[in-house]
């Protein structure tokens, strides 16, 4: 016998992202295909293109999606701004800038790293001076860490990195449309993103944008892949060591030119398509100011239920909390009991935050007033249970306070 | 203002995929999203492991998804396997085969290739001399070629890799579901497809299946991330040149280990499991033979209209027919009639076929008696209208009669 059709149970998704996609997303990605060319098809690209220069806030042409989760998008940026020996900085404050490390590694990119203590992030003043040391191409860095809850300040360090002639790529997953984020404004070179955060969809997209001079140094090693080039079609510079993350193909099959490259992932284009149309339609600072009220909301929250909370809170991203497990309790059991009893998810953390913080979101779809005090109903009753001294009524309490201001 | 929302035209997709998806896969994929690492996401995981292995025709346990195009489960599987400087041997017989020898090369492997004229398939005598005189680590072959209509017979060519050493990869995107394949009962090593074409979803996730050995090869590689290793993980062998496409961590992750790798893309993975599940509801033999009938009732209305076909006829693809364009008809005018008047996409080609055949596809949910006899009614039409001598009713007709028959 197969298996039982796909019945997901219900679930309230409040943890560091997948978050419970919104409704009208699942939607839209419910649409019947089209062809790969059809002129629909082409220009719902040409609208996914628009679209996305405005969640970023820029006007680079390259915009566009890479058919992958957020990780692919990552991985697409740097194997093709990264030659084998190029040297590239990366500032690290949490798991992803150590992914970022890794990645480019794998590209035998010459990587320097810089760290600072988890639950902090850089000063410009740091980044500059290994800046300065290092010389770098590229500087990668990530705007929201979810592991540690912290946003990155970027805009000095897009300063620093034109002033020095490096290219600026920084990861914006876990930050975009719930935390302000301004591409051109800042001077960031390349951002990539994911669906499954602040923009309420699943994951298996990721939107990328590319400024003119990282387009430059992109196409500096366009090979057009055999099968599909002309006559007159020259090779430049290093090969770009993958053909599924070679940005330079996938510009010219999203470019006028409409190169073959691999076949669109079409649902998962509907589904991009209508979380930036959501997210426009709201308004780009109207959705950060949403993300920060919820965020400062469930933040509150939980602190009036006694619990503490992680980090240096000036730089929290809005859509995380990372909160203190109360000593004596077992960080598993209560999430478990929330998945359980009450169908909600909140996260456990990585490294050296396993077992020491939970992690709780708000975001997308779920940066809403009935989510964030259902989450705190509900927590505030397994804690209890759990044996844990809570203040009765005193998150929603809180939240509701902060709601009210 | 943004876009409007996606509200895609009626399309009645007969080219050589992608096609009209299933829409029972396409309510699947709107189920709501769970967490990561919910129980319920394990097991459908786990389904989908299950489920693959049928449709493969094995019982290797390494059976799973890659989260992208068909062509990112072709790079996860070359770039797990060869190392640079590794001998890998593509018999080339279309398109998608000098897609696999450019995506080795850029693996920095040692590409050699043999080819026969497009149109054919290798005799096994002619791969058996080009293995013993390259002595390759990997033989890297297309099984069903949509450029040329060719399904290329693996039995003898896996059988020459085992008594060769050689491991055996094979692109089955194409021919999986539509065709007979049998992993197991072959030989071969490792195997990736997309759902777009027989499996009657859209593109973006690709199924995979890997034998022992090959789980070998590739683990003899592993490099576990830093972030997420922990003390006593050693690392092995030269590192996988990408992290996203590293199917030791992908292996990791879907594995009783739960390593978190890439966050699943969920409604992606719902809609794999149910064209898995209806394959496997159907029976593999049936849906063979399902797509043998409504193949040759097109191949036969065709020709009933007149028209000739292309290729060598004993090896053609079940699923979709290269039609000769007539002399002095536009083949882009009468694809856009097709469309613009009866809302259906018949296919281009590629190469040295661009501008001479049209390709018109039998598959996955369009493998079907009204979409075969509505796409030749229409194909008649405007056969007529623009001129070309067709036989009235004569590829109805044909197909008709291989339906009674």
């Known amino acids: 016998m197969p298996a039982d ?20 997303v699942l939607r839209a990605m419910s649409g019947p295909l089209v062809g790969q ?10 609208d996914v293109m628009t679209l996305y220069r405005q969640v970023f806030a820029t006007t680079n042409e390259q915009t566009m999606l890479v058919d992958g989760t957020s990780r692919a998008g990552i991985e697409a940026a740097l194997v093709s701004l990264l030659e ?27 990587v320097h790293t810089v760290e600072v203590p988890w639950g902090t992030v850089f000063e410009p003043e740091v980044v500059e001076a290994a800046v300065r040391d290092v010389q770098p191409k590229v ?26 002639d490096a ?24 951002a990539t993103a994911g669906l499954q955060k602040c923009l309420g969809g699943p994951s298996g997209s990721a939107p990328i944008t590319i400024s003119e001079r990282a387009v430059e140094v992109i196409n500096g090693r366009k090979h057009i892949e055999a099968g599909i080039r002309s006559e007159g079609d020259s090779a430049h510079g290093t090969r770009i060591a993958s053909n599924y993350f070679d940005l330079a193909m996938i510009m010219d099959y999203w470019g006028k030119q409409r190169l073959n490259h691999h076949t669109e992932a079409t649902s998962m284009l509907y589904g991009a398509h209508e979380c930036a149309r959501l997210l426009v339609q709201e308004g780009l600072p109207e959705a950060v100011e949403r993300h920060r009220l919820h965020g400062e909301a469930m933040l509150a929250g939980v602190r009036g239920l006694g619990l503490h909370v992680y980090g240096d809170l000036r730089h929290k991203l809005n859509n995380v909390v990372a909160v203190l497990i109360p000593d004596g309790l077992d960080g598993d059991v209560v999430r478990e009991a929330l998945l359980d009893d009450f169908g909600i998810e909140i996260g456990t953390s990585f490294g050296p935050l396993h077992g020491k913080v939970w992690r709780i979101g708000t975001m997308g779809y779920n940066a809403r007033k009935d989510a964030v005090l ?9 804690l209890r249970a759990e044996g844990a001294a809570v ?15």
Chains 1, 2 share one sequence.
Do not use: K
């Open 37 to 46: 060319f059809d002129p629909a098809m082409t220009a719902y690209m040409d």
């Open 374 to 382: 259902t989450t705190l109903a509900a927590l505030e009753q397994v």
């Open 391 to 405: 203040t009765a009524g005193g998150g929603v309490g809180a939240a509701r306070e902060r709601y009210a201001a």
């Open 84 to 110: 084998p020996g190029d040297r590239v900085l990366v500032p690290i404050f949490g798991r992803f800038g150590h992914l970022l490390a890794e990645i480019a590694e794998r590209c035998a990119a010459d």
């Open 139 to 164: 500087v990668a860095v990530v705007h929201g860490d979810t592991s540690t809850t912290m946003c990155q300040p970027l805009a000095d360090i897009a300063e620093i990195c034109r002033r020095n």
């Open 167 to 190: 290219i600026l790529y920084c990861d914006v997953t876990a930050s975009l449309g719930g935390n302000e984020f301004l591409c051109d404004a800042w001077g960031v070179d390349v």
């Open 5 to 24: 059709p796909i019945a997901p149970p219900p679930r309230l998704l409040m943890g560091p992202g997948p978050i419970t996609a919104d409704p009208r």
